[in-house]
């Protein structure tokens, strides 16, 4: 069965760099794509971007200026970066797999608090 | 960039009764690429519905998806206590590639 679990710190201050990891175990980590979406409390669902195994990226257009993603095959690791931080970043972090259009196996989430 | 829109916002229905969701898109999108989730209290979302109307792994039959084009519709029949959840539909598609609607909650009378 295929697992994600994230990691990362729950708080980060204000205009500092978000960063989250999630490793991935039950399955290859070749062939999908590894994304990361989040959901600020009581809202709904927002697609950050993704990372494919060959290390190609598409981001949200909202947030490409601020979102590096890499992967680390051999770790079967993804991470993210949101640098620049504010309160508006304050969500659950979800990594997820993509495999054709759908999503089918979620981590459980990673509550980020933007606050100094 | 495609627009999804959830209706109703939320829905009261009792048990054993029919829940109709809908998701209009702003342009078309191809039936391969609209997928259904359900997020209950507390939950990571989980995967419904993909290619609008086949049920993943381990869904019960009492959900199904329809739908072409810009109109796409779940449908929780027998509806019981555990479908408390809100439910969002997904589009993969042209920048930015994935988006969701804005979801509807289905709460049990």
């Known amino acids: 069965q295929v697992q994600l679990q994230e990691s990362g710190p729950g708080l980060v201050k204000p205009s500092e760099t978000l960063t989250l990891t999630c490793t991935v175990s039950g399955g290859a980590i070749s062939s999908y794509y590894w994304n990361w979406i989040r959901q600020p409390p009581g809202k709904g669902l927002e697609w950050i971007g993704y990372?494919?195994?060959?290390?190609?990226?598409n981001f949200n257009p909202s947030l490409r200026s601020r979102v590096t993603m890499s992967l680390d095959k051999s770790k079967k690791e993804f991470s993210l970066k949101v640098n620049s931080v504010t309160a508006a970043d304050t969500a659950v972090y979800y990594c997820?797999?993509?495999?054709?259009?759908?999503?089918?196996?979620w981590g459980q989430g990673n509550l980020v608090t933007v606050s100094s | 960039e495609t627009v999804l829109t959830q209706s109703p916002g939320t829905l009261s229905v009792s048990p054993g009764d029919t829940a109709t969701l809908s998701c209009r898109a702003s342009?078309?999108?191809?039936?391969?690429?609209l997928s259904w989730y359900q997020q209950k209290p507390g939950q990571a979302p989980r995967l419904l519905i993909y290619?609008?109307?086949t049920r993943a792994t381990g869904i019960p039959d009492r959900f199904s998806g329809s739908g072409s084009g810009t109109d796409f519709t779940l449908t929780i029949s027998r509806l019981e206590p555990e479908d408390l959840a809100v439910y969002y539909c997904?589009?993969?598609?042209?920048?930015?590639?994935?988006?969701f609607g804005g979801g509807t909650k289905v709460e049990i009378k």
């Open positions: 290619d609008a109307s």
């Open positions: 997820v797999r993509l495999w054709a259009s759908r999503l089918d196996y």
């Open positions: 990372i494919s195994y060959t290390g190609s990226t």
């Open positions: 997904q589009q993969y598609g042209t920048s930015p590639q994935l988006t």
């Open positions: 342009e078309s999108v191809s039936s391969t690429y």
